[in-house]
């Protein structure tokens, strides 16, 4: 079937167009991707962190931080591919995934077809893949995944004589004459870090003449450059990181909000806080709230975040108390999140139809999880060390339980907390998702009102917004939940069974 194109408009000017399948065609692109990822996940690039399991911004930005602080890399070769979506080379893409191991003739004729998909108002393209398609995030990881593979061969995968270790192998590399270089991918978006002007300019001229014969892609030259970051600041995935020398004589990185997301949280809180005036719901203060929570646990992982994020609270604090004035409430009811997150700030607060706004300037820096290279959860070795790491944090976790037992709860329930959260394995009764030790409830399954104990099979642990959903009776509330959790029919109905236990109706 023919797919919609939406145009929306880019943070930086201009528009990103989308193209939106059918709901039958999605659901064919999803059995896709279970089958070809598994296959490519395997084949990829540890360095590539952009749309794939158990990877994420994070990891990409610590990998970063890592190689400036550690290996004193402090070149970035920082390019910007033009149009890369709208440009990716069918043929290409197939011969690509041939070589990978995706050998099913039928299968591969299947993809070269959704790739010819008429684009309504366009026709058939000869060239690109649909943003917005579930496949289109696997595809541009697949085409990058030979440059990704090219850069490493030419520092870190270079054939030498064996050496008992990598670092031992790297010392020697530095040796000679070779340039030292790593690539920090997150999907079109990327990073070669090395350590000297002259290597840099090498690389650049390289990687562009790279891309332009083996990929047919071009590179946008008005955002693509050398960035020394000793003197200036290189972005990075909404982050700018720049090297600074501290006291002894050494460089390490110093990372803030980049201009650009600054101007946008700005933005976006300031017309948030005209909806709220204009139409002062609990839920639009509400969504306030989940919109500044996700500013914070995106970029705690900045050197200088409080600075930030008190910089952006100072200029629009003046707003929100003019703008609110009329609709503020006297009551500052704090709920059990802002008691965990923001209970030990002294800022003053502001509450609106009974909800007290997080605060902006409310964060702090956390380091961010460098992933280990052959964590993958697709390969024997990576599905090792995946696990390893698990069961470290998870006896943490469980000697923090130990340590911190619910004070108004009994000792019974205590014990049985323990039990439930190493039989559930850490994760959520409800969802199966790894549960945050500061984020979750113990529930009684029978409430005690209803007869039920704190017997170990009276209970269960499920994260809080889950166990708020259970509880909750508003029609409205009980539709956003349904929107932003986005449960399967197996949870929805261990939902429903809970809330039936409670006396509450079914959903």
């Known amino acids: 079937m023919a797919v919609r194109r939406v145009e929306i408009e880019k943070p930086g000017g201009g528009f990103r167009p989308l193209g939106i399948p059918i709901i039958g065609d999605r659901m064919v692109q999803q059995c896709i991707k279970q089958v070809l990822e598994p296959i490519a996940e395997a084949k990829f690039y540890h360095g590539s962190y952009g749309f794939r399991p158990d990877k994420s911004a994070e990891n990409a930005i610590a990998k970063v931080m890592h190689l400036i602080n550690m290996n004193k890399l402090h070149y970035a070769v920082d390019i910007d591919i033009k149009g890369f979506f709208d440009n990716i080379n069918h043929g290409k893409l197939l011969k690509q995934m041939w070589t990978m191991g995706i050998r099913d003739k039928k299968l591969i004729s299947i993809i070269s077809k959704m790739l010819k998909a008429e684009i309504v108002g366009i026709g058939i393209p000869d060239k690109g893949v649909p943003q917005g398609g579930i496949m289109s995030t696997l595809f541009s990881n697949i085409v990058l995944n030979e440059l990704d593979w090219w850069i490493q061969s030419q520092w870190e995968g270079m054939k030498t004589k064996e050496y008992s270790t990598q670092q031992n192998k790297i010392y020697a590399l530095k040796r000679t004459n070779l340039k030292e270089m790593y690539i920090v991918r997150y999907a079109d978006d990327f990073k070669i870090l090395t350590n000297n002007h002259v290597s840099a300019q090498k690389i650049f001229i390289a990687v562009t003449k790279w891309l332009k014969d083996r990929l047919k892609l071009d590179i946008s030259k008005e955002k693509s450059t050398v960035v020394n970051l000793r003197k200036n600041y290189s972005n990075f995935l909404g982050f700018k990181l720049k090297a600074i020398k501290k006291n002894q004589g050494k460089y390490v990185v110093k990372s803030k909000i980049s201009d650009k997301a600054k101007a946008k949280i700005i933005r976006n809180y300031r017309n948030h806080i005209e909806k709220i005036r204009h139409n002062p719901k609990t839920?639009?203060?509400?969504?306030?709230?989940?919109?500044?929570?996700?500013?914070?646990?995106?970029?705690?992982?900045?050197?200088?975040?409080?600075?930030?994020?008190?910089?952006?609270?100072?200029?629009?604090?003046?707003?929100?108390?003019?703008?609110?004035?009329?609709?503020?409430?006297?009551?500052?009811?704090?709920?059990?999140?802002?008691?965990?997150?923001?209970?030990?700030?002294?800022?003053?607060?502001?509450?609106?139809?009974?909800?007290?706004?997080?605060?902006?300037?409310?964060?702090?820096?956390?380091?961010?999880?460098?992933?280990?290279?052959?964590?993958?959860?697709?390969?024997?070795?990576?599905?090792?060390?995946?696990?390893?790491?698990?069961?470290?944090?998870?006896?943490?976790?469980?000697?923090?339980?130990?340590?911190?037992?619910?004070?108004?709860?009994?000792?019974?329930?205590?014990?049985?907390?323990?039990?439930?959260?190493?039989?559930?394995?850490?994760?959520?009764?409800?969802?199966?998702?790894?549960?945050?030790?500061?984020?979750?409830?113990?529930?009684?399954?029978?409430?005690?009102?209803?007869?039920?104990?704190?017997?170990?099979?009276?209970?269960?642990?499920?994260?809080?917004?889950?166990?708020?959903?259970?509880?909750?009776?508003?029609?409205?509330?009980?539709?956003?939940?349904?929107?932003?959790?986005?449960?399967?029919?197996?949870?929805?109905?261990?939902?429903?069974?809970?809330?039936?236990?409670?006396?509450?109706?079914?959903?």
Not at 302 to 316: G, K, P, R
Not at 404 to 426: H, M, T, W, Y
């Open 283 to 507: 839920y639009n203060v509400e969504k306030l709230n989940l919109m500044i929570l996700g500013w914070h646990n995106y970029y705690k992982i900045a050197t200088h975040v409080n600075l930030d994020f008190s910089e952006i609270n100072f200029l629009v604090r003046k707003r929100i108390f003019n703008k609110t004035r009329s609709i503020r409430s006297d009551n500052l009811y704090k709920n059990k999140t802002y008691k965990r997150i923001y209970g030990k700030y002294n800022f003053k607060p502001i509450s609106i139809c009974k909800i007290t706004i997080y605060p902006l300037a409310g964060v702090k820096f956390k380091i961010p999880r460098i992933m280990k290279m052959i964590a993958s959860r697709y390969t024997i070795q990576g599905r090792f060390h995946i696990h390893k790491d698990l069961d470290d944090e998870f006896k943490e976790s469980i000697k923090f339980l130990i340590n911190n037992p619910l004070k108004k709860e009994s000792i019974q329930k205590n014990d049985n907390r323990i039990s439930i959260f190493v039989a559930q394995r850490g994760l959520c009764h409800v969802n199966k998702k790894i549960l945050d030790i500061t984020d979750m409830e113990i529930r009684n399954i029978v409430p005690k009102d209803k007869g039920g104990t704190d017997k170990y099979h009276n209970l269960v642990l499920v994260n809080k917004e889950i166990s708020s959903f259970i509880d909750e009776t508003d029609e409205l509330k009980i539709n956003e939940y349904k929107e932003r959790i986005k449960l399967n029919g197996k949870a929805l109905n261990k939902i429903n069974k809970l809330r039936k236990l409670v006396g509450n109706s079914m959903i």
